[in-house]
């Protein structure tokens, strides 16, 4: 069957203005900017370069320990040894040794909130199929290809410099978002923004996330820094109904980091706005029927469909239907049967599936000879003349 596609204009209720989207001009060497409400993405640039993540590939290993505790293989209260490979990390730690037994809930705290190199490590060596961080790495890799972050690869669990220990910005940003989604019990972690752990590290109380006390909605997630990366940042925002994930990479200091990310921001929510363009009871459009009791069906979303525009504009959003047709009797009501294609300037095309928005049984048998009829004297028709 042919593709057949309808051109639609859409706008309020099926037409909205809108001019193209200034783009956020960031000095970061790669970034990603979506919103995850609508699932619409702001801004990619050198999105699905591998990189040195380093200490935002923790979100990795705390995606893999909140798994743990959601399969009960790990308690919040459970206390795990701290053996002389996790001391033996520096940077940045919770300057645990090897006569400590530390709850597993003060790990977790000491990987958001301190970004402990050690921390990490004793939850990888519990959770390691083999014991070791290099077996939990290479069980990170295998999980990060199932999640979708086909751009990923690690070396450790803490993000320390390494060969081969790459993440992408886009791959940053699924992980955000399949943290925020899939475990929000936990989620509330990354909001806070001291934890003293057992009085031993003073100098190591603080979140290092720059935008958690400037009353923007940021919750989340994790920074990151390595001479070789630069200064990044995993980051999340709410306001209203509204959440938005951004990855920075490869900034040149804390300041600028700091900078960047409170601009995209305000960016992603100021210049962007929610808008409901169709109903799961209105349809978009009709699509043609092949020997069905109908012509044609209504074409519907599954529910009402919002999507992310730019606030401001003077002209129509182009917007197409796309499908096989004509389309087989019989339909049922809520069958796939085509995709809507959305093109708003300045933002990468949006595409949502479109359903059957009533049954249409097969046509009877008049129904079927006339349309098979109709065919044969078409061809009839169309057929060139013979001289006799």
Known sequence: ????????????????????????????????????????????????????????????????????????????????????????YGGSTMFLNTQDRVRVEDLLRGIIVLSGNDACVVIAEALSPDGTEAGFARYMTQRAKQLGMTNSTFANSNGWPAAGHMMSVKDLAILADRLITDFPEYYPLFAEETFEFDGRAPSNV??????????IGADGLKTGHTQEAGYGLVGSARQGDRRVIFVLSGLESTARRAEEAEAVVNWSFRNFVERKVATAETPIAQAKVWMGAQKTVGLVPEGDLTLLFPVLGDQNVPAEVVYQGPVNAPIRKGQQLAELVVKPEGLPEI???????????LGGFVVRLMT?????????????????
């Open 351 to 361: 595409r949502r599936p479109l359903y059957a928005a009533q049954d249409v049984p």
């Open 1 to 88: 069957m042919p593709t057949l596609i309808r051109t639609l204009i859409l706008a309020l209720g099926l037409m909205l203005a809108a001019l193209p989207a200034l783009a956020f001009d960031t000095s970061a060497r790669a970034a990603y900017v979506m919103d995850q409400t609508t699932g619409t993405v702001l801004l990619a640039k050198n999105a699905d370069e591998p990189l040195p993540p380093a200490s935002m590939s923790k979100l990795m290993t705390l995606y893999v320990a909140f798994e743990a505790l959601r399969d009960g293989r790990l308690t919040l209260d459970e206390k795990l040894p701290v053996s002389e490979h996790a001391m033996s």
């Open 372 to 388: 098979v009829g109709g065919i044969v004297l078409k061809d009839v028709l169309n057929s060139p003349l013979e001289s006799m």
């Open 206 to 215: 603080n979140n290092r996330n720059p935008l958690l006390k400037l009353d």
